[in-house]
């Protein structure tokens, strides 16, 4: 059995072939060729203009290749596949995979309250380097308050009290997460501490893996650049005629994918339903796939269920054809 921890993916996956080859039902990781994999690979997503998908290349196949094989040996837990981060079936709590290769500290706060005995064996080390070596985060945590609320101030207030340094140095002392002010990082909590403890451990590899950081972000520039709005201001642009003539352009490939990849997740949502509201009250939250779910399991009609599936399937087919027209596809992910 391995005994020193894995430092690279290819060393993560020879691990979790051999752990998988000793020991049939532990798999090695939850792993998934997903864009933040492809970040941390130092391999683009789109081309350098952001109008073109460039993820079909050799160097992408080859990449997604090591997941295939394996997914195949063991390495990578056959759950991956299809599920919702949060659903995973192996999972390190009940003890069916080893190794958890990118994941948040945040998560030592789970083990040590749902799953105490895997808490007291766990092993903390830095995230597992792709050959870009970097480590991508999700820079997605946003406040956002609705035009039509009828209390905007309040939830701004909220807003503001929830990501002021002070606060921010108070959730971080809960749970290791990476807070998201820079004045907070600059507390003695950060900066002056003994490793005594998993959290403080993962806070001092957080630290020190600071420099490595980047945002999983499609390759997309943060803003827009300043100087074309600038010009379309001295043209004569007005607010409105910026935003959809300047700014919606060049995040057209981001909203592109977003809007596919978000409808497709929607259309698919079912152990949620299943598991929490099983589609009431009075079926306000069921959709398609738990209504076939319902009409072939519950109510054994086969050929309606079916017939649905079908519905189903062409349903993603349009709403696909429908994002690729509204977002000019052809320009934007071709």
């Known amino acids: 059995m391995p005994i020193t921890p894995p430092k690279t993916f290819e060393e993560a996956l020879q691990h979790g072939k051999t752990i998988h080859d000793k020991l049939p039902n532990v798999y090695g990781m939850n792993a998934f060729p997903n864009i933040m994999a492809f970040v941390a690979a130092d391999l683009p997503v789109l081309n350098k203009d952001k109008t073109k998908a460039v993820f079909n290349s ?7 290749q090591q997941y295939v094989e394996g997914y195949k040996n063991g390495a990578i837990a056959t759950g991956v596949i299809g599920k919702e981060e949060r659903e995973l079936p192996q999972n390190m709590k009940n003890e069916q995979i080893a190794i958890s290769t990118m994941v948040g500290a945040f998560h030592l706060t789970d083990y040590e309250k749902n799953a105490p005995d895997v808490y007291k064996e766990v092993k903390v080390i830095p995230a597992v380097q792709y050959e870009g070596g970097v480590n991508p985060i999700k820079g997605i945590q946003t406040f956002v308050v609705p035009k039509g609320s009828e209390h905007p101030k309040e939830a701004a207030d909220l807003a503001l009290f929830v990501t002021n340094p002070e606060n921010q140095l108070e959730f971080c002392k809960k749970v290791p997460i990476f807070p998201s002010t ?14 005594k403890t998993k959290g403080d451990q993962a806070r001092k590899i957080m630290i020190e893996s600071m420099e490595d950081l980047v945002l999983d972000n499609l390759g997309i520039p943060q803003s827009v650049p300043q100087e074309l709005i600038e010009a379309a201001r001295i043209d004569g642009a007005g607010r409105i005629r910026i935003v959809w003539n300047v700014i919606v352009p060049l995040l057209r490939p981001f909203i592109a994918v977003c809007l596919i990849l978000s409808s497709m997740g929607a259309m698919q949502v079912f152990a949620s339903i299943y598991m929490m509201t099983d589609g009431g009250p009075l079926n306000s939250t069921i959709n398609l796939t738990y209504y076939v ?30 994002h690729y027209r509204l977002t000019k596809g052809g320009e934007a992910i071709q």
Do not use: C, N
């Not at 820079?182 to 900066?191: A, G, H, I, R, Y």
């Not at 079916?306 to 349009?318: E, F, R």
């Open 58 to 64: 050799p160097k992408h196949v080859e990449f997604v």
């Open 182 to 195: 820079v004045e907070t990082m600059k507390d003695p909590f950060f900066t002056d501490f003994q490793v």
């Open 293 to 322: 779910y319902e009409e072939a399991f519950t109510r054994l009609d086969m050929g309606y269920a079916t017939a649905m599936g079908m519905v189903l399937w062409l349903i993603m087919v349009v709403l696909s054809a429908i």
